[in-house]
């Protein structure tokens, strides 16, 4: 996985874990002192870094899928990790080939994985790609690329190339839809629907 290749607003988020830290922290410390466990400096700092450190974990991988924290415009990054199964045609040969893309996403990172599924021909992984918001009810993703093809499937004249794409994922229904360049001077289109 790399990271977003657009700058996201995370200080506000980031400021609030902090807060909270701190106020785990001080109970933290108060629980000790009460139990008459060490002095209370000894708990105090590790707590909060241990504290702020889980709590950004936790926040990377989970909590910031919570409506709440989008509603409150603490985060603003769309949610579009999943399996899309569908069909791309290149003006290579202008015909339906089958393939799969998974996104995997967190709140700092993410990977797009596109697979040529008959034959299993090729497959890309992404190496920079920027989500964002199109209305309420879409993401845009764009994104490059980097493709390795199976040796012995396809002509040595297709071998492995860059590229960039471009698609829409609308969240009601689950369709992903774009195109897609490659540095070979071909392009085409992706139709996909979320599994």
């Known amino acids: ?8 607003n995370r200080v506000p988020l980031l400021g609030l874990i902090a807060v909270v830290a701190l106020l785990v922290s001080i109970s933290t410390s108060t629980i000790f002192d009460k139990l008459g466990i060490g002095p209370p400096w000894l708990f105090s700092s590790p707590a909060l870094a241990a504290s ?24 603003d990054v769309p949610v579009v990790d999943g399996k899309y199964f569908g069909n791309l045609v290149s003006s290579y040969r202008k ?21 040529v599924l008959e034959p299993k021909s090729s497959r890309s992984t992404s190496i920079t790609a920027a989500v964002f918001p199109i209305g309420r009810q879409a993401s845009g993703v764009n994104y490059s690329y980097k493709s390795m093809v199976q040796p012995g499937i396809i002509g040595l004249q297709l071998g492995d190339h860059d590229g960039t794409a471009d698609v ?28």
Not at 1 to 8: L, T
Request: charged share 25%; with cysteine; net charge positive.
């Open 1 to 8: 996985m790399h990271q977003y290749s657009e700058p996201v």
């Open 52 to 75: 702020f450190g889980i709590l950004c974990k936790l926040t990377d991988t989970r909590i910031w899928r919570w409506r709440t924290l989008r509603r409150m415009g603490l985060i």
């Open 95 to 115: 015909v339906e080939i089958p393939i799969s893309v998974e996104i995997d996403q967190t709140w700092t990172r993410i990977s797009i994985r596109l697979e």
């Open 168 to 195: 829409t994922i609308n969240h009601i229904t689950g369709e992903m839809t774009g195109r897609y360049y490659n540095f070979r001077g071909r392009r085409g289109t992706l139709t996909l629907i979320r599994e």
